[in-house]
C-alpha cells in the first residue's frame, strides 16, 4: 500500500491550496483519514482527520479556513485551504490507517509530503 500526494506550492498569504492524497495497492479497509503537518525542529501536528463515520477533528489554528474531504469509493482524502497564513507553511502528509486483510490489524500509512509555503 503507498500513499501519493499531490498540490503543495508556494503562495502568497491569503491565497488557498488544495491537496490530494490516493492510495495504491490492495487492502481490506481504511478507517481514519487525515492530514498533518510538520515545521523545522517540531513534532508532527495533526491539522485535519475524518473518522469515515461523521467524526471530523480540526487543529484549532485551521478551524473556518481548512476543510477535509474524503472519498471512499476513489479512496482519496483531500484538504482544502483557504486564507492561508505564513504560520501555514510546513511539509503536509497525508495518513490512512489501513487494515490489510482480515488477519492483520490497521496501521497508519503516510504519504511522503509536500510542501506548503505560504509567503509574499
Known amino acids: 500500500v503507498q500513499l501519493v500526494e499531490s498540490g503543495g506550492g508556494l503562495v502568497q498569504p491569503g491565497a488557498s491550496l488544495r491537496l490530494s492524497c490516493a492510495v495504491s495497492?490492495?487492502?481490506?479497509?481504511?478507517?481514519?483519514m487525515g492530514w498533518y503537518r510538520q515545521t523545522p525542529g517540531n513534532e508532527r501536528e495533526l491539522v485535519a482527520s475524518n473518522d469515515g463515520g461523521g467524526g471530523t477533528y480540526y487543529v484549532n489554528s485551521v478551524v473556518g479556513r481548512f476543510t477535509i474531504s474524503r472519498d471512499d469509493a476513489h479512496v482519496t482524502v483531500d484538504l482544502q485551504m483557504n486564507s492561508l497564513k505564513p504560520e501555514d507553511t510546513a511539509i503536509y502528509y497525508c495518513y490512512m490507517k489501513i487494515k490489510i486483510n482480515s488477519d492483520t490489524i490497521p496501521v497508519d500509512y503516510w504519504g511522503q509530503g509536500t510542501q506548503v509555503t505560504v509567503s509574499s
Open positions: 495497492g490492495r487492502f481490506a479497509t481504511i478507517y481514519d
